[in-house]
């Protein structure tokens, strides 16, 4: 769905209604408004502010290689939780392969997300301007956003639905980001990747899949690629097993003994992770500042990696690439790059040293993925909400501080009810919700509550 710069007005039999803003028209905010939309009864009106030119698709689903795949399966890939097979009906629609057990590309799951608010759009109630939020303030009754071409919009709600921070680009060129377009590397020289994870994968399956010659090498903390996907039937795991307020080596020790007892029963580990997902939220939420940064130092670089699974057919060529010495893992830090004449040298420290070494290269594309500290990579909506004390970043910076209920909390310690946030802007609150299935949940349950609380 294309997002018009100057929309038209809503029609006055839609204005009255209570107002949502939502600011960010990617994977969250889509989510958020077609729950919002989706009864035509509910009796609300949306505003998406979106700076791209199309809704849904945002840093993960905007990419055009048909290589770069799904990290779910599409079974549980649907928009809405009570239609589990929504998104399998617009896969057949389209006349491609609607295989449950499958893994779309993430351009085509982008082009479900960008048709997603078409149909609920015909009766007026939705309305999409193309512009950058640069703040949010408060009126008597409402919350407002200050756009950069001088409008301001009022609304009943507004709903940050950022997604993920994008770092600057390296001012001086010598580290490429992961979504930065660039013509490809010379063919025979070698990549070096930083970071491990699912980012990485993509940027060595276009190289590999493009024919290149030159060696690649991913160069992250631990070293670890993460595990690959296989069918499993997830454990079923009571409220009542979980070891909420546990300390960290506890709770990981608990979930090895799940492992051991999903491969007693014919499965595998995955089974034993797949089936704690809906009581992650709760087990975080349970966990103080200490012990999550415990979790955070220790164990979740092995989550992530477990948690987090390649599709077989993106695991494929990278493990033939590593078998075959054309791909390296290093375990250890980044450093920096630095270009001597026409050399360009990564630096790093191999873990468990103090030795710096350098690693010529023909280039270097940072793919660590996800930016925690939201003052240091602040889109200017935040870098406001935070300098007004309107908002504050939560004990370990991971994000903004956000309420059990989504409530942005300000610098007072206070939940602003007018101010909510979705998906990965509420990460320090929820952490596992970055997946759709989690968004989607999320979504779900925000749009019940506002609906509640502005319809009479």
Not at 85 to 109: C, I, K, M, N, Q
Not at 390 to 399: F, N, T
Not at 408 to 434: K, M, N, Q, V, Y
Request: charged residues 20%; glycine residues 10%; contains cysteine.
């Amino acid at each position: 769905m294309k997002i018009e710069t100057f929309p038209p007005a809503p029609a006055p039999r839609i204005a009255h209604l209570p107002h949502v803003l939502i600011i960010g028209g990617g994977a969250s905010g889509v989510l958020l408004a077609a729950h919002l939309l989706r009864d035509p009864g509910a009796g609300l009106r949306v505003t998406v502010i979106e700076g791209r030119h199309m809704l849904g698709c945002g840093i993960a689903y905007s990419t055009a290689d048909p290589g770069h795949l799904l990290n779910t399966r599409a079974g549980n890939m649907s928009a809405f939780p009570d239609d589990p097979s929504h998104f399998l009906r617009w896969l057949a629609a389209r006349g491609e392969a609607a295989d449950p057990t499958g893994f779309v590309s993430r351009g085509t799951y982008g082009a479900y997300m960008t048709e997603l608010l078409a149909p609920l759009s015909a009766d007026g109630r939705l309305h999409c301007i193309r512009a950058t939020c640069l703040d949010l303030t408060h009126t008597a009754r409402e919350v407002a956003a200050h756009l950069d071409d001088g409008r301001v919009i009022p609304a009943d709600r507004a709903v940050l639905a950022t997604g993920h921070a994008v770092p600057e680009p390296d001012p001086e060129g010598l580290v490429l980001g992961a979504w930065q377009a660039a013509p490809p590397p010379p063919p025979a020289g070698r990549v070096v990747i930083i970071g491990s994870g699912l980012s990485m994968v993509d940027q060595a399956v276009t190289l590999l899949n493009a024919g290149h010659r030159g060696e690649i090498v991913a160069i992250s903390r631990r070293g670890q690629l993460p595990r690959v996907h296989a069918p499993g039937t997830p454990l079923e795991i009571s409220r009542a097993e979980v070891p909420l307020g546990a300390p960290v080596s506890f709770v990981m020790s608990w979930l090895r003994g799940l492992a051991a007892r999903a491969e007693a029963q014919g499965g595998t580990w995955r089974d034993a992770v797949d089936g704690l997902r809906p009581h992650l939220t709760a087990l975080w939420r349970a966990m103080d500042a200490a012990e999550r940064a415990r979790f955070l130092r220790h164990a979740a670089p092995w989550w992530e990696v477990h948690r987090h699974r390649l599709p077989p057919e993106s695991a494929a060529p990278i493990h033939a690439a590593i078998r075959a010495g054309r791909m390296r893992l290093l375990s250890g830090s980044f450093l920096g790059a630095r270009r001597e004449g026409a050399i360009l040298t990564a630096d790093w420290r191999p873990r468990g040293t103090a030795r710096t070494l350098g690693l010529e290269a023909a280039r270097i594309i940072d793919c660590r993925g996800i930016r925690r500290d939201p003052a240091e990579n602040a889109t200017p909506l935040i870098a406001a909400l935070l300098a007004r004390g309107a908002a504050r970043i939560d004990p370990l910076r991971l994000g903004l501080d956000i309420a059990p209920d989504c409530a942005l909390i300000d610098a007072s310690g206070h939940p602003d009810p007018t101010i909510r946030a979705i998906g990965p802007a509420s990460r320090a609150a929820f952490w596992e919700i970055t997946a759709i299935p989690d968004i989607r949940q999320q979504a779900k349950m925000l749009a019940e509550e506002l609906a509640a609380r502005l319809v009479e």
